[in-house]
């Protein structure tokens, strides 16, 4: 394989940084889920943990190095899930972190980076938004920004995720990854093709939001003018050119997948693994309902990488119509 930005011996010292309560998360067989999906599925859960997500493999990385340079102050932008996993991890170390989101972030992820202590600061607009005002706010301030997927802590944290499953599962086929910035599916890629390359690697993104899938397909930087789609998780629309040519060499296929299918997936989790699992954490499920014949028979993994959600919303989206058994 050729190189990607990602070691595997900086992986592999991670685990000595990460908080125990983040790692070694559930991997199992879910055979209730087979009869409709036609294939044997095996989960990987990232969501029993303090921020129910897998951010926070990442983020520990990061605060650690930055406690160790003697760092005090970091901003990042979030959807959510990266704000909260740099809030538990820079409360741990002393650091002063500031989150910017957008408005119209889901907000029990808003609530949850406020309780864990980090400072707030909402914009009106998207993420690339925020991201931007993150930006601001670092040169403004002479802070550390930390970027989720360009910050290469980000992805050999997720790609603990990918030594897990390697050294439990003597064998499997595929392994399906949410993709948005791209930190889970190159850290995870990155290990499975190097440890596990008979399996394929495939990505799996919203049709709302497919920008890092175009270009995947296209090979070069492909943004967007807008995103929608319930899974705000991946919601990006601007692919960091660095992220992408890791992608480019770990990732087998990338996928776009309906909003029904989405909230079909939803609905399977909680139906037939009793999983509550945000719409990113979903995608994995989706792609299978939108190709059974591309996975019939075969062992897939697919990591359920986050369960933050707005309950109301939540309700709404596994009240929908009845899975499709066809």
């Known amino acids: 394989m050729q190189e990607t930005r990602l070691d595997m011996a900086r992986i592999r010292a991670a685990r000595r ?6 790692l070694d998360t559930p991997l199992y067989r879910c055979e209730a889920l087979e009869p409709d999906l036609g294939c044997t599925v095996s989960i990987k859960l990232e969501t029993a943990n303090p921020v129910r997500s897998f951010k926070a493999r990442g983020t520990e990385v990061v605060a650690n190095l930055l406690a160790d340079r003697g760092t005090r102050a970091v901003v990042c932008a979030s959807a959510g899930n990266l704000g909260q996993a740099l809030a538990w991890s820079g409360r741990g170390r002393g650091l002063d972190v500031t989150v910017v989101a957008s ?12 309780a864990l202590g980090a400072r707030l600061e909402l914009v009106d607009g998207d993420h690339e938004m925020a991201r931007e005002r993150a930006a601001a706010i670092a040169q403004c301030e002479g802070i550390r920004l930390v970027e989720d997927s360009l910050d290469i802590e980000t992805c050999e ?32 890629g990155h290990v499975v093709k190097a440890l596990a390359p008979q399996a394929e690697v495939i ?13 995947w397909r296209r090979r070069r930087v492909v943004t967007t003018e807008s995103t929608s ?94 899975i499709d058994r066809s």
């Open 17 to 22: 940084v990460i908080d125990p309560l983040f």
């Open 203 to 215: 990505c799996v993104q919203p049709l709302g939001a497919p920008a890092m899938t175009h270009s």
């Open 157 to 188: 944290g997720a790609a603990t995720i990918g030594l897990e499953l390697v050294d439990a599962v003597a064998s499997f086929d595929v392994v399906l990854i949410a993709l948005g910035g791209g930190a889970l599916a190159t850290g995870v």
């Open 229 to 322: 789609t319930i899974a705000d998780g991946v919601a990006g629309r601007y692919p960091i050119p660095a992220v992408l040519n890791d992608l480019l060499l770990v990732a087998d296929d990338a996928v776009l997948v309906q909003e029904s299918s989405i909230t079909a997936g939803m609905r399977m989790l909680l139906t037939h693994a009793g999983l509550v699992a945000e719409p990113s954490a979903a995608l994995g499920v989706a792609a299978i309902l939108e190709d059974r014949d591309r996975f019939a028979g075969r062992h897939i993994v697919t990591i359920v990488c986050g369960s933050n959600v707005d309950v109301d919303a939540y309700h709404r989206w596994v009240g929908a119509a009845p």
């Open 103 to 114: 408005r119209f972030a889901t907000v029990p992820k808003l609530e949850r980076i406020r």
